[in-house]
């Protein structure tokens, strides 16, 4: 029986490799400079003011607009780098999807007991908000910003084509590297220590899916539990 051939490393795409790079930082300035001018609060953070405004949902809309635009000029005449297909197999994936989702559930449960300056969650601003059922327009708005609009972006941008051009670095290599450059980009210090993982999470369920849909689901659910969670925290 003839052993499996093993498969050749992707080869490397320096000049996407540098744009995206370049992006990730401009990120990460544009989000820890927003955290420090805010007095603690990242640029992606969900506060009382912005989970009721139409504001809100606007300006978070043409910056992920804005910011698509970008990640599809990177991978421009090779949008197979995005990773946007079916999984090798849905039963399989969702399997795969669920592990994830318990594993970063109960990293969170033991983040919760670190002795923080503020909690991951109070960071971000998702804390101490009441359900105001006049703005409900503007919460649904925001939901579909954040539930839908930003995880469809994000896992383009980090587990699609950032984990694409990293490959030829190795499996391992490319997950750490995703995990932490989707840490840094929200501009937050304290929810590190969740969003690294989580980053690292999704990274190796795109690597064992060879697709993005699966973490756009996890994804989507994350953002939603913790939208939620602003309402019986």
Known sequence: MEAAAVQPRPRP??????FWSV??????????????????????????????????????????????GIVLLICIDRYDLLALRRPRS?????????????????????VSYIPLPQSPGKEQGITDVHWEPAHAGAFAANF????????????????GAGQS????????????????????AHGLVEALLVLVVFGMGLAWLRDRTDSVLPGMLVHALFNATALVAIFVG
């Open 13 to 18: 795409l320096y000049t996407r490799l540098a």
């Open 23 to 68: 992006l990730v930082l401009a990120l990460a300035a544009n989000g820890y400079a927003a955290r420090f001018a805010g007095g603690g609060r990242g640029s992606k953070g969900v506060s009382h003011v912005s989970v009721y405004s139409y504001k809100t949902f606007a300006q978070g809309t043409i910056l992920y607009v804005i910011w698509l």
């Open 90 to 110: 849905w039963g399989r994936a969702l399997g795969l999807a669920g592990a994830v989702v318990v594993a970063i559930f109960f990293w969170e449960y033991v």
């Open 144 to 159: 579909t910003l954040f539930v839908l609009i930003a995880p469809f972006v994000e896992e383009l941008t980090f587990r």
């Open 165 to 184: 051009l990293l490959q030829f670095l190795g499996r391992w290599p490319s997950i750490v590297i995703v995990g932490v450059a989707f840490g840094v």
